[in-house]
């Protein structure tokens, strides 16, 4: 209740603010309990409001994208959800390869540009979901390509709603990660595109749907890959090998068609995802040897 009555003194808020809200209606795994408090800031100014606003009445934040790599748990979120997926969402070309795009914008959105002026290097995002903030964060990837390759730098807004601009060479990429100060959240990414022309851009995207075609075939609502990929190792194959597809746990489903991919049937709930998730380890690990690390991020608390 503090936290609503404090909200509603943030005059200058332009963007709206929602209270009790089903995390399930902000994941596509379509899971998840309430979170207390989702703001979604429009622009820079509304964003240095709420994280200053947050620091000074020591109120807990996570930052949103588009929810495409997340498991949230049934007891939902006791914190402010600053969601970023629906302000940022410009796309500004400083000349012919260089653009800054807006954290919220949609990795198919941008494709789409680069598609039309003729520019390679992000052909790999084709059919991966998520915003821009969320695929700069967790370094997103596929077929030998991945955010590393062509983000020049990032602009934050952190601490005490200041503003910085983070280099590459300090993001410090790794597999499916970046470094950014603790509660900072990206508004921009910086990126640098190669020349080539619309038709061989159609071209190599047409060859990666194809590649893609296996997971293109889960229907259901899913995070993407569950676990990482151990060194050399193909966390689905190891899963599959461990007989493990197909295995339930209530409306929770190893997938069929791909091993590392957990869907929801229908009413799947976070519990039933983690122990599926707690089966695979052990699994894995006593028929293999190999210690599997979630690739999805797991938040909030259980009911
Ligand atoms: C069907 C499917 C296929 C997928 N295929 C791939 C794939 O091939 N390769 C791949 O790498 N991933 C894949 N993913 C996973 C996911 O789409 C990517 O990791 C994506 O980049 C996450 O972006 P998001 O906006 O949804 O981030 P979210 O899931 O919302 O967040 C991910 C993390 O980033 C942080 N974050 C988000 N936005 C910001 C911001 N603006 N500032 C600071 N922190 C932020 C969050 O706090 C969280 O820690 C797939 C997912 C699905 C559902």
Not at 25 to 34: D, L, V
Not at 68 to 92: C, Q, W, Y
Not at 125 to 146: F, H, K, L, Q, R
Not at 162 to 175: G, Q, S
């Amino acid at each position: 209740m503090a936290v609503q009555y404090s909200l509603f003194f943030i005059q200058r808020f332009k963007g709206k603010v929602l209270f009790n809200v089903p995390m399930s209606e902000y994941t596509s795994i379509k899971i998840g309990g309430p979170a207390d408090v989702m703001a979604f800031p429009q622009d820079e100014g509304d964003l240095k409001d709420i994280l200053a606003f947050a620091e000074a009445k020591s109120f807990p934040f996570y930052i949103l994208g588009g929810g495409t790599n997340l498991l949230v748990r049934d007891g939902g979120i006791r914190s402010i959800v600053i969601n970023m997926s629906e302000g940022f969402k410009d796309i500004v070309w400083e000349d012919e390869t260089n653009a800054s795009v807006g954290a919220g914008v949609r990795l198919s959105e941008l494709l789409f540009q680069c598609r039309e002026r003729g520019l390679t290097g992000f052909e790999f995002a084709s059919g991966i979901p998520g915003t821009i903030g969320g695929a700069v964060m967790m370094n997103a990837g596929a077929y030998g390509g991945e955010m590393k390759d062509i983000v020049e730098g990032v602009e934050v807004i952190g601490k005490k709603g200041v503003k910085n601009f983070i280099p590459k060479k300090d993001l410090a990429f790794a597999y499916r990660k970046a470094e950014v100060p603790k509660g900072a959240a990206v508004t921009r990414a910086h990126m640098k595109f190669e020349k080539s022309t619309p038709d061989a851009v159609k071209e190599k995207i047409r060859d990666l749907k194809e590649r893609r075609k296996t997971t293109a075939h889960i229907t259901f609502p899913n995070a993407g890959s569950v676990f990482r990929n151990p060194e050399n190792k193909s966390a689905g194959r190891l899963i599959e090998e461990a007989g493990l597809k197909g295995e339930r746990s209530g409306d929770a489903q190893i997938s069929e068609v791909h091993a590392n991919y957990i869907v929801n049937l229908g009413a799947a709930k976070a519990k039933d995802v983690l122990s599926l998730m707690a089966l695979i380890r052990d699994r894995v690990y006593s028929q293999k040897g190999v210690v599997l690390e979630p690739e999805i991020k797991v938040i909030g608390e259980d009911q």
